[in-house]
């Protein structure tokens, strides 16, 4: 029932059979006492995964493998097992999908740790959920638990094939798919074997941050760079994982106080640019120049890109009012994240926002049709009147 009230509070889409949330819960006794009977007997097998191409910034797209209802409550029940166990061995530098640590929190010691440190290593695991080892992860979890019934339910979430729409289904012999309530957890344990435990053990003075499969490795000196990164492509090799030939690199944090010339100055992470830029410092307010992270290119374009698709233009049945308490939940998720850091950087999505209102409202009202500035003049004094109204003026 925990598990249930859990999966029920993310909500999420249906998997292959396509039964929702509200159908589970129509019959929601019946539904859980067959579920609960079947994992307590050792005949509950999981459905197949249901994949969806997701678009990524850079063009590609990223597979998730989202699970049927039914299976998204059983691997609740397994999590909530495994977790309280797991969860005090990870390193205090690994913050993805757990509970206390955030993105942001990986951001702000990524970004202290570059004003210390002049050199980056900016490492990317080759299509990580998609390679993890089916042997090596079940040795972990046998390590971690001797109950059987968890061994056999991960064992076969694991190799549970993937239904992809106008492909067919799918065998899978490695990896653990993303969109799976277990696979967050299962990551963070392979890779705290593979990567944090054994950096902590080899390199003690190396730091790094870890969120999921992006990881960020901070070094005195080219030198120690290249070392470091050799050794661990080494590692992670044993662990069948491979560091992406492209997107692997080392970076020089140039700021107003160093000054040798390197290639790579600048690196992303967690939908922010770490580069140098002009800041101001809030003891004195004077300008300088500093390694510091803000929103970076690739984020601004996809939100650039969501933004565009809403048509606002085209709503104009709706009032204002109704426009903005439709729009201000995505644009408050966007400020409270990516306004952590270089809230400056954001100036651009106001103003496309700014620019796509105006465009409605030529649409909606006559005295304004075809005059982009004096609707541009008529917003800035409804801010002025109402700058709680949206969410960018706020």
Not at 32 to 61: D, F, H, Q
Not at 176 to 203: K, R
Request: glycine content about 8%; overall charge positive; proline content about 4%.
């Amino acid at each position: 029932m925990e598990a249930y009230r859990l999966v029920k509070s993310r909500k999420g889409t249906g998997g292959i059979d396509e039964q929702t949330i509200e159908e589970f819960e129509s019959k929601l006794k019946d539904n859980l006492y067959k579920l609960w009977n079947r994992m307590s007997s050792g005949s509950y097998m999981p459905a197949a995964v249901r994949g969806v191409e997701i678009p990524k910034a850079n063009g590609g797209t990223r597979r998730l493998g989202i699970p049927t209802v039914t299976d998204r409550i059983a691997q609740t029940v397994v999590k909530l097992y495994l977790e309280p166990n797991i969860e005090p061995l990870f390193h205090p530098d690994s913050y993805g999908y757990r509970m206390g640590k955030s993105a942001q929190q990986a951001i702000g010691r990524a970004r202290q740790r570059c004003w210390k440190h002049d050199w980056v290593i900016d490492l990317d695991i080759k299509g990580f959920f998609d390679t993890i080892d089916h042997n090596l992860m079940m040795s972990l979890v046998r390590k971690h638990t001797e109950e059987k019934w968890v061994h056999l339910y991960v064992s076969r979430w694991l190799q549970a094939p993937m239904q992809i729409a106008g492909q067919g289904m799918e065998e899978r012999r490695a990896g653990t798919p993303q969109g799976g309530v277990i696979s967050p957890l299962l990551a963070n344990l392979y890779l705290h074997y593979a990567f944090d435990q054994w950096m902590a053990g080899e390199f003690p003075t190396v730091a790094f941050e870890r969120y999921a499969d992006d990881i960020v490795i901070h070094c005195r000196t080219e030198k120690q760079a290249r070392y470091v990164l050799g050794r661990v492509k080494e590692r992670i090799a044993m662990w069948k994982l491979i560091a992406h030939p492209e997107k692997t690199r080392i970076v020089y944090c140039k700021d107003g106080q160093r000054t040798e010339e390197y290639p790579e100055k600048r690196f992303d992470f967690l939908g922010y640019e770490f580069r140098g830029r002009s800041c101001k410092s809030r003891s004195k307010g004077q300008l300088f120049f500093g390694f510091t992270p803000a929103i970076s290119p690739k984020s601004l374009q996809a939100i650039g890109k969501t933004i565009r698709s809403w048509e606002l233009s085209k709503q104009s049945p709706l009032d204002i009012k109704a426009i903005a308490e439709w729009m201000n939940p995505i644009v408050r998720g966007w400020y409270q994240y990516y306004g952590a850091y270089g809230k400056s950087a954001l100036g651009c999505i106001r103003r496309q926002i700014d620019h796509l209102i105006a465009r409605w409202a030529m649409r909606k009202y006559a005295h304004l049709h075809r005059k982009f500035m004096v609707t541009l003049c008529w917003l800035k004094g409804l801010r002025h009147r109402k700058p709680e109204l949206f969410a960018h003026w706020a």
